[in-house]
Structure formats: C-alpha cells, structure tokens
C-alpha cells in the first residue's frame, strides 16, 4: 500500500505524515517506510535546490515543464527504494509526490485545456518513462492561503534556503501559491482525491482533529491489519 499525503502551504503535511506513521506502526502493527520530497542535501536534489533558490528565474520563467523535470528526477533517484519497501509488504508513506507538480506546476498554466494537456505530459513522464510507483491513494491537505501563510511565517529556517532568505521562491510568491491553491483543488477533483479541510470558514482545526480524520480515510485502505 502506497499512501501519498500532499497539500497547500501551511496544511502541516510533515507533521501529519509523521502522525500518520506512527499510529500506523503502534495501532495498526504494520511495517511502514516513509518517504520526503524533495529530498534536500542529496544529489538527486541540487537542481531542484537551485530552483527553489531562484538561480533559474522565478517560477513563471522557468516555467512548470522545465520545472516538472527537475523534481521528478529527485524521484526516479528514491524508487528503486520504495519499490524494495513496497515488495517487501510495508506501507509506504510520502510527504509530497507527483501531486505537488500536479499542483504548483499546473498552477502556472491559466487555459484549462493546456492544463489538462500538461497532466497528462506530466503523468505519462513521472509514472511511464520513469517508471515510478504510483500511488494507491492520495490524500490532500487543503488550507486556505491566508491561514496557511501565517503558519509558514513561524517554521524556523529551511537548511536548503541560501543568503539569509526565510521563503523558497515558491513561498514567497503570493500569487504562484494562489494559483497552485486553486490548482490543487482543480486535481484532487479530477483524480478523486480525498481532500482534508484544514481550516474550514477560516477556522483553524487542532493538529488532533486532523490527524484523525486522516486516520479515518486511511484505515479502509490498509491490508490485514491488528486494529
């Protein structure tokens, strides 16, 4: 089983995959691996690095092909390791996949047929010509951009983030993440997502809350299981 927990800026998606993993070892007694992308401080990742960086223009220069290309390069170089984890029977947990270029980079395209004619482009590369697993689920994190950048203003300091910067280019550009908001939802509609409202009316649900909703979707989806 192949699990991918992905979302807007802000939605908490390192901590409620963390939740996740947890009670699925404790509660569910099942062997688990998990995954992050992109994986920043290896190699299969510098390019994506100097994008986030700007070294490559901003988002709407480089472009969501050019773009697409170097984040999914990051995952061919860690699926020679999920498919070995999948094989041997473990639950596979993502924090982020190919629904984050689905989302920042469809983003950046306005024409809904060209976007459509992008998803599949990149579907065809990520999960055909790399061959990479493809998910049994994915499970989106949605919180609305105000609320969401409130939350990204308290994280502390990304280790990938260079010349004092709090904020990838991504981050701290309002109307990229508008867009990949919008994006995003736009996806999980046509993939059928399941879709996690973080904060509905503005509202700011607890960690708890979330985590147990999650828990929720999730337990339809495993295998034989002890709880």
């Known amino acids: 089983m192949f699990i991918v927990i992905d979302g807007t800026d802000g939605s908490g998606k390192a901590t409620q995959t963390k939740l996740l993993l947890e009670r ?13 992308f ?35 390069c990051d995952r061919y170089a860690a699926s020679f390791r999920m498919r070995k984890a999948l094989a041997e029977g473990k639950v596979v947990l993502s924090n982020r996949y190919v ?18 004619r992008f998803l599949e482009w990149l579907d065809n590369m990520e999960f055909k010509i790399f061959g990479i697993p ?14 969401g950048q409130e939350l990204v203003s308290r994280k502390a300091r990304r280790t990938y983030i260079e010349g004092g910067k709090t904020r990838d280019i991504h981050e701290a550009d309002i109307s990229h993440l508008k867009k990949a908001s919008e994006a995003y939802l736009y996806v999980a509609r046509k993939y059928g997502w399941k879709v996690v409202d973080c904060a509905p009316g503005g509202k700011l649900r607890s960690i708890e809350d979330i985590a147990e909703e999650l828990w929720r979707d999730v337990l339809p989806l495993l295998p034989a299981r002890k709880a």
């Open 38 to 72: 992109p994986q920043y401080g290896q190699k299969s990742a510098v390019l994506v690095e100097d994008y986030l960086n700007g070294r490559f223009g901003s988002p709407e220069e480089v472009g969501p092909y050019r773009a697409s290309i170097l984040f999914a």
């Open 99 to 116: 629904s984050s270029n689905m989302g920042h980079q469809a983003g950046k395209i306005v024409d809904a047929a060209e976007r459509d």
């Open 24 to 36: 699925l070892g404790k509660k569910a007694g099942l062997e688990t691996e998990v995954f992050d």
């Open 134 to 147: 493809r998910p049994d689920a994915v499970i989106l994190l949605y919180m609305p951009l105000e609320v």
